[in-house]
């Protein structure tokens, strides 16, 4: 079963930047679609970003600010957060299918000051 790790979390100040990594364990070439999501404090997991080969869709709450990528070659999958907020203060976890099963990443907590 291929395993996912984020990183580049942190604490950052509002209108600031960050990028989210996804390692993968294996090759991700053959794991079409793969996920942002986010949970924050007392809310519901809910899906930031999708990338199916070539293909992106975002949340609204998202759209023109943040931009996943992928990089087959190194088994990563980025997300790119541009012109933060406080609300989207949470923890980011990447995932994929792999034979039917959704697999998660531990997450990576991502904090915007105000």
């Known amino acids: 079963q291929v395993q996912l790790v984020e990183s580049g979390g942190g604490l950052v100040q509002a209108g600031g930047s960050l990028r989210l990594s996804c390692a993968a364990s294996?090759?991700?070439?053959?794991?079409?679609?793969m996920d942002w999501y986010r949970q924050a404090p007392g809310k519901q997991r809910e899906l930031v970003a999708t990338?199916?080969?070539?293909?992106?869709n975002y949340a609204d709450s998202v759209k023109g600010r943040f931009t996943i990528s992928r990089d087959n070659a190194k088994n990563t999958v980025y997300l790119q957060m541009n012109s933060l907020k406080p609300e989207d203060t949470a923890v980011y976890y990447c995932s994929c299918y792999e034979y039917g099963t959704k697999i998660w990443g531990p997450g990576t907590q991502v904090t915007v000051s105000s």
């Open positions: 990338i199916t080969g070539g293909n992106t």
């Open positions: 294996r090759s991700i070439f053959s794991l079409h679609v």
